[in-house]
Structures are given as C-alpha cells and as structure tokens.
C-alpha cells in the first residue's frame, strides 16, 4: 500500500534524479522515510526554517569547511527530520562528499545521496510535488469512496461479514471485529491466513492497548477504534498495517509513522455503520446470536467449510475441535397454538424459545453454538470435553431449561432473562438425577402454579398443552465432520416426537417408536412405494368419492384394534353401514380384514402415509 508521501528510495528513482547518477553514500537504512517537501539550501542553518520531512537539495557551496562544522550541519539536519540530504557533485565537492559528513549522516541514520552528473533542481523539485500532490489527490478520491461505500452499506442494512468484508477489500489489510470480551464477532483476513490471524486472538487482543477512541498502536501494528453510539460501546474494530511484505523497514525506521489518513477513515465509518446497523436492528437478534445462526446453518446445509466453522467458533469463545459434539433441538408441539396467530407471534415465540434455550445452556455450564435453525426449532450443538459426561450434561440442560420456563410462568423466560449467548466452559458434574430434583423442586410460588401441580410431576414447559416443548438429542460424535449428522438425527427425532404423547426429558433416537421412525424415513422412495402399493387403490377411489372417505373409515377399524363395534362408534357410523363400508374396502383392496398380517401391513401403510402427508 502506498502511502501518501513518496519515500526517498522513490524519489531516487524519478527521471530527473536518475538523469544525475545518483549514488547513496550514508544512511541506506533511510530510505523508506516518506519525503513531505523537496527543498533547496545552500545556507548552513537551513535547519531553523524545516519542519520536518524534507528531502533538502544542495550543491554544497555554503556549507561550512571544517570538519566540525559539517558534523554540527548533519546533525542539525537530522534532528529537526528531514527524509535525507542530496548533494550535487561539481561546484564544491568535485569526487565526492567530504569523509566526515558521510561518517555522520550514517550515525545519524540520515540518507545522503551524491548526484555525479549536473541536474537542474527545479525538474527534480517539479517531479516530486506532483507526485506529492497526485498522491493527495488519490487519497482524497479513495476517502470519497470511503464515505460512499459505507454510506450504501447503511442505507442497505448491510451484515457485519459485508461491512468487514468491504473494509478489508478496500484497506488491503485483515479487518477483525470484537466485542467486549476479545471474542471475535467477525474478520476478513484480506488474502492472509486466518488460523494465524485468530490464534489465541483474545491474549493477543488484549495486549492492543492503544490510546483513544480511534489510534494506531505501533508495537503490534495494529489500527483501532471503538465500535458504539449513544454512550454504549460494545466492541472495537482492528485493521492490521502494514499487512504482512509491506514496507517493514518503513516502520523500523520511523516508529512513530501511522498508517495513511484514508486508513483511519475507512475504520471509523465503518464502526459507525456497524453501529447504525446494530442500532437499527436493536430489536432483532443480537450479532453474537446471527453468527450462531450462521455457523450452524454452515454445518447443516454444507454453505461453509467445515475447518472455517471451527475456526470461527473458537474465535467466539466456542471450542469444537477434539470435543466430543452432540446436536439438540428444542422446538414447541404445536406449530400454532391457540391464540398466538400470524408471523410476529410465531417470531416472538421463537425468539422467546432460543432466549430460554440460552439461559438453560449458561445455567447448566455448557459450551454450544445454539440459534434458531428454522422458522419452529432451536438448535444447540454442545461441546463436551468428556463423552462420559453425554447422558449428564444432556440431563443437566433438560433440567435447567425447565426450571427457566416454569420460572416465567408461560414457557418463556423471565423479564430478568438474558439473549443466548455462548455459554462457560463445560461443567457436567452435577449428576442426571439431582438436575431432576432440582428441576421438580423449582419454587412454584414464583411460577404463580400450586405446590400440588409440580408434586404431581406436571410440567408446564412439556406435555400436550399448548406451551409444551420437545427436547431431542442426536447420536454424539467426535469430530465437526460429523456434526452435521447429529444435527439432523436431533431434527428428525424432534419431528417424530411431536407424535409421542409421552413426557420425556430428552427424547434419543430409541424413543421415536414405529410413528417416529416411519417420519425418519417419510422422503425413502421405497417406503412411498410401500404406501401406494398398500394404499393406492383406496386413495384413488375416495378421490373419485370425496363424500365417502373410506379411508377414515379403515383407519377407524384399525385403531380400535380390529374392533368393529368399537369402529363403528369411533367412525360415528350405523354397524351395518360400517361393515358394508368395510366389505367395499376389502374388494377395492383386495385383502382379508380378518387378516392379522394384511390388517397389520395397512396399519404400518396408514401410519407411514400420514408421515409422508406431514412436513
């Protein structure tokens, strides 16, 4: 990245200087200092009228004779700054510059340059401040640019990974944001590594200690400024300069050097845009709970690799690598219950589910990436350090999000609750059954629910009620790779349970019984094939007979065992009219009812047809 000052190796460079043969006699370590101004003197106490950063030409005609006074003119000119010293050989110094200033231009550091050939100054001069000046100009345009970029990204409503995204772009250097805590929320490397980027970011973060709101910290080369509005601050954004291969002798030399007036632009408007963002988003989700949501739906849908997961996951705080991992969601019976109707009372009552979903997870002391997955779940995917600590740590969970939903009274949490955030570390001591008893014995006096109901084992938070809650734990696996798969096993097992009545804390893959297992395997060609061949002819002629249905009808009979009294009161019909139905289904299907095998057969198909109807 090119700074807005040319450096003397550059001005050495341009035509006019080269046109004199230039040679570096001193001070080549120099060379990367930016040059502010080119100035001619030929007086010795040039040095009172420089500010600092000039490249000072001269033929070296007022320079002082003695020795003593050419170290004093050196030095003067290197304490007041100025980027180096050109000398044109021939009306002074016919060989070359005198021993003496050479020695003391390279104690000082200070680039001195001998020009062998005659040159007018004033091309040299002309050449370097329209460089200087194009320079200006480029960096006024990139500044306007700047400001336009992320005036879209707000009006847009841009994501943080954009606004980062299109800093890094524009900066050319790696961009990290963090919260308070030193947890990465997002970063772009810009090109670079990212596991060298994040590791152990938050010890290295927390030695970044510049001073102010926006200011470079030279020892770590890092470019900072606090992400906030209204007296809320909530992360800091950090730009690395120089990137790595840029110019590193640039800032040995000039330690004090910070990066160029755009790059401190670009950082603070696009903190502001993450702050406007934020704040226009206040009643969403919060950003650590979006980057939840976007690491698992990574994990479920394949859209990111999965070593990028990981790293980022730790980034936040959440570590998966070499974790024993196991996939929960959490999700309501009923898609909508009574009462609650349109899209915002869905929305709030997910929101309401994953905030309670959190606090379970912080109160049980365990690690998970947890978000609602879709429009009726919430997912978790815990990170064990031990896999004999499943069983616990799943119980531990079951118990402390029963306690947060019967402590709110509704099945949602409190008004003390905080957003799901990622939990502690991993603390599973407790055993299954004391997390049980602390569960039932929640004081129901805050829950506003008689002693009499949770001594009954009734639990508001679960059952059939309309607020009642499903809680399915995957296959626990060992790598991220197989992630995915515990994800989607905790899903399935979560939608065949809708139909188990029973009341379980967890409910694991064994529980899902044949209704459960026949919705696992709703979208199995064959087990479709099953149902059509069981079943076609029945379908076909109720849709050729909407008024007759026969299908209630056989599904009457079945359901009371075979019962054909009981079938007939169930079905609402005369006995005679049901036996005639069932004797016109026996022909259309071609089976013996009487059959316990074919009776059975249709059953499964019946069982297996409204898992197919359900999605």
């Excluded at 249709?602 to 109807?613: D, P, Q, S």
Aim: hydrophobic residues 45%.
């Amino acid at each position: 990245m090119s700074a807005v000052f040319p450096t003397v190796r550059e001005v050495l460079a341009l035509d006019p200087v080269r046109h004199g043969a230039p040679r570096v006699v001193a001070g080549d370590e120099g060379l990367d200092r930016p040059v502010r101004w080119v100035h001619v003197a030929e007086v010795p106490d040039i040095a009172t009228l420089l500010g600092g950063g000039e490249l000072v030409l001269t033929t070296g005609i007022g320079l002082p004779g003695d020795d003593a006074g050419l170290r004093a003119f050196i030095g003067d000119l290197a304490d007041v700054g100025v980027s180096g010293l050109v000398v044109e050989l021939g009306r002074r110094y016919v060989s070359g510059v005198p021993r003496v200033m050479a020695a003391a231009a390279e104690r000082r550091g200070l680039p001195l340059v001998e020009l062998r050939r005659a040159t007018p100054f004033v091309r040299i001069t002309e050449a370097v401040h329209a460089l200087i000046v194009d320079a200006q100009l480029t960096e006024l345009r990139a500044s306007e640019e700047i400001h336009q970029r992320f005036n879209d990204l707000s009006v847009e409503g841009a994501d943080a990974a954009e606004v980062i995204r299109q800093a890094a772009e524009l900066s050319g250097c790696p961009v990290v944001l963090e919260n308070l805590s030193r947890q990465v929320l997002g970063y772009d490397p810009a090109g670079e590594s990212a596991e060298l980027l994040l590791d152990g970011w938050e010890q290295h973060s927390r030695r970044i200690r510049p001073a102010g709101r926006t200011a470079y910290d030279p020892d770590s080369g890092w470019l900072v400024t606090t992400v906030g509005a209204r007296g809320q601050d909530w992360g800091r954004l950090l730009l690395r300069w120089p990137a790595s291969g840029d110019v590193p002798s640039a800032r040995a030399v000039e330690p004090t050097a910070g990066p160029p007036t755009r790059l401190t632009i670009l950082i603070e408007r696009a903190a502001s845009t993450l702050a406007l963002g934020r704040l226009i988003r206040r009643d969403a989700e919060g950003l650590e709970r979006q980057i939840h949501r976007t690491l698992l739906t990574a994990l479920l849908d394949h859209s990111r690799p999965v070593d990028e997961v990981g790293l980022r996951a730790k980034a936040l705080g959440v570590v998966l690598d070499r974790r024993h991992l196991v996939g929960v969601m959490v999700r309501h019976r009923a898609d909508d219950p009574a009462g609650e109707v349109g899209p915002e009372a869905g929305q709030a009552r997910l929101r309401d589910l994953s905030e309670a979903v959190g606090q379970a997870l912080r109160e049980a002391k365990l690690t998970a990436l947890t978000s609602a997955v879709d429009d009726h779940s919430v997912g978790a995917l815990l990170a064990l350090s031990d896999p004999a600590a499943e069983d616990r740590a799943l119980s531990a969970f079951a118990g402390a999000l029963r306690r947060v939903r019967v402590d709110a009274g509704t099945g949602r949490p409190g008004p003390g609750a905080e957003p799901a955030r990622a939990a502690a570390s991993t603390d599973v001591s407790r055993p299954g059954a004391e997390a049980s008893r602390a569960a039932l014995g929640a004081d129901p006096s805050r829950a506003g629910f008689g002693v009499e109901t949770v001594r009954a084992g009734v639990d508001v938070s679960r059952g059939a009620g309309p607020g009642a809650v499903i809680v399915a734990a995957g296959s626990g696996v060992s790598t991220l790779r197989e992630a995915r798969r515990s994800l989607v096993e905790a899903r399935q097992i979560a939608e065949a349970a809708r139909r188990d009545r029973r009341d379980l804390p967890i409910f694991r893959l064994p529980h899902v019984g044949l209704a459960g297992l026949l919705h696992l395997l709703r979208d199995e060609p064959r087990l479709q094939t099953f149902v059509e061949r069981e079943l076609g002819a029945l379908l076909e002629y109720d849709a050729r007979h909407p008024r007759e249905q026969l299908l209630d009808t056989l599904r009457a009979y079945l359901e009371q065992g075979r019962n054909k009294s009981a079938g007939a009161a169930a079905a609402h019909l005369s006995r005679p009219a049901f036996y005639e139905r069932l004797a016109r289904i026996a022909r259309i299907l071609d089976v013996d009812l009487d059959s316990v095998e074919a009776s059975l057969s249709l059953h499964v198909a019946l069982l297996a047809l409204e898992a197919v109807r359900t999605p």
